[in-house]
């Protein structure tokens, strides 16, 4: 009896070692990727998917690998046929999402991340997803919403207050974008970025006190030649005091101190011109070579800060001219379109 029940075992071991064969290369494939051996990885989920054409991890695993590198393609296409095996699995379409996102089909990124959550309500990364392609398509109200969810989901997700800032601000609800600002904030007390963008609302709201001290806040951060939207936006808050020589000369002093690696930067550009070291027919020829060569909404910012310098000297139909050109770029994520928008609603002629 003994040895029969030896010889089952004899028998047994072998069976289940094929068994877990395709698993382990699952495992060793996620080792892999997590070590960035993307070339190992995909290798291991290939060979997983050869041992098992069911094996739906592999086929999402392989996808995020493909993704990494950039094809996109590839990633779609183990995603998809991952949904074809399982059309409940609510990460695939979210991955898939993902991969189109990057391939810049947001159509379809929208419609795999919306079923994404419909399959799994609690499924933050999606919400969070979705809800920046509704950003992107200005759809700031149905963007709102999802970030919303996800910090119902997620009380501490510094990603969506911080987005969901963006979309209040677009709206022009600066008293919400500020409230979000400071809980990202309080989240992760060394959120440059959110410093400066809630300064920016202060400075929309004529807060010149708040936005001082967040700018300051955020030179106190980061290395000198970061700083140069932090010294940019502190001479905005000068002169709009009316202390115009004292931010000429703070802004002055820094472009005499700060590091060469800032020279040839477009806020160096936008530095010289503020302080009197180039002129303005100039400054907009830059602003359209770094537009050219960025399409970051070079020229738009260009145009607030020529707006506020013709503004400074007097001439009022000048910088209407240019705050409203600034505008015109329908780039709400910019934060001069702001500051033109507030100049142009406080002068009577916002559109």
């Not at 933050?124 to 149905?142: T, V």
């Not at 974008?177 to 004529?206: G, H, T």
């Not at 009197?276 to 830059?286: C, I, Y």
């Not at 607030?304 to 240019?322: F, M, P």
């Amino acid at each position: 009896m003994k040895r029969y029940v030896l010889g089952l075992l004899g028998l047994a071991l072998p069976f289940m070692a094929m068994a877990q064969t395709a698993p382990d290369l699952v495992v060793q494939g996620s080792d892999k990727k997590i070590h960035g051996d993307f070339k190992g990885a995909l290798a291991d989920y290939t060979q997983a998917i050869a041992q098992n054409p069911a094996n739906i991890k592999a086929y999402l695993g392989r996808a995020t690998v493909r993704s990494l590198e950039g094809n996109y393609e590839g990633a779609i296409a183990d995603d998809t046929r991952a949904i074809a095996l399982d059309p409940k699995n609510a990460l695939a379409f979210s991955n898939r999402g993902n991969a189109r996102t990057a391939k810049g089909d947001l159509s379809g990124a929208l419609s795999d991340y919306t079923q994404a959550v419909t399959l799994d309500s609690h499924h933050i990364r999606a919400f969070l997803n979705r809800g920046n392609i509704k950003n992107l398509e200005k759809k700031y109200s149905a963007a709102i919403d999802d970030y919303t969810t996800v910090i119902s989901l997620d009380p501490k997700n510094t990603a969506a207050y911080y987005n969901r800032a963006g979309a209040k601000r677009a709206i022009a609800d600066y008293t919400g974008a500020s409230a979000d600002y400071s809980k990202a904030i309080e989240l992760n007390p060394v959120d440059v970025q959110a410093y400066l963008n809630r300064a920016v609302l202060e400075m929309a709201q004529k807060n010149w006190d708040g936005a001082t001290t967040d700018l300051k806040k955020c030179v106190s951060l980061i290395p000198e030649e970061r700083q140069a939207y932090a010294r940019i936006y502190l001479w905005v808050v000068g002169v709009k005091r009316g202390e115009t020589e004292e931010a000429l000369r703070a802004l002055s002093h820094y472009l005499s101190q700060s590091p060469k690696v800032l020279s040839g930067t477009w806020g160096w550009e936008i530095a010289k011109y503020l302080a009197g070291h180039d002129d303005e027919a100039h400054f907009l020829v830059s602003a359209s070579s770094f537009q050219a060569q960025k399409n970051r909404g070079q020229l738009a910012q260009a145009c607030y800060y020529v707006g506020l310098k013709r503004a400074i000297a007097g001439d009022k139909a000048g910088s209407t001219t240019s705050f409203d050109k600034c505008q015109k770029t329908g780039n709400p994520s910019l934060h001069e379109f702001i500051l033109a928008r507030e100049e142009l609603r406080l002068s009577g002629d916002s559109k």
